[in-house]
Nanobody
Framework: QVQLVESGGGLVQAGGSLRLSCAAS????????MGWFRQAPGKEREFVAAISAGGNTDYADSVKGRFAISRDNAMNTMSLQMNSLKPEDTAVYYC????????????????????WGQGTQVTVSS
């Protein structure tokens, strides 16, 4: 079965950096778009960043220029480098996977993702 396992969350001061990782198994990794989503307390899960099967990337406006998504198809892993973190970045971060439908762009629609990890907490203190 498909498994996505996130790691790398933690507590960091505003302005600091964290690197999240997602390890995938049970799927042909390079057939899938991969994405990061986050959910803060009392809020809906929202799109953060995505990378297509072909390596094209997309970012939410709120993280553009601060976060960088990448993937290693040989290792079946995806990462999110988060720099210049702000208190409003505090959330549980989830890794998701969706089979690429032949498009060149990275899928950002949450409803299309059908595999999810358990989430990792990121807390940014002011």
């Amino acid at each position: 079965q498909v498994q996505l396992v996130e790691s790398g969350g933690g507590l960091v001061q505003a302005g600091g950096s964290l690197r999240l990782s997602c390890a995938a198994s049970g799927l042909t990794f390079n057939w899938y778009d991969m994405g990061w989503f986050r959910q803060a307390p009392g809020k809906e899960r929202e799109f953060v960043a995505a990378i297509s099967a072909g390596g094209n990337t997309d970012y939410a406006d709120s993280v553009k220029g601060r976060f960088a998504i990448s993937r290693d198809n040989a290792m079946n892993t995806m990462s999110l480098q988060m720099n210049s973190l702000k208190p409003e970045d505090t959330a549980v971060y989830y890794c998701g996977a969706v089979r690429n439908s032949g498009t060149w762009w990275a899928e950002r629609a949450l409803r299309k993702y059908n595999y999810w990890g358990q989430g990792t907490q990121v807390t940014v203190s002011s």
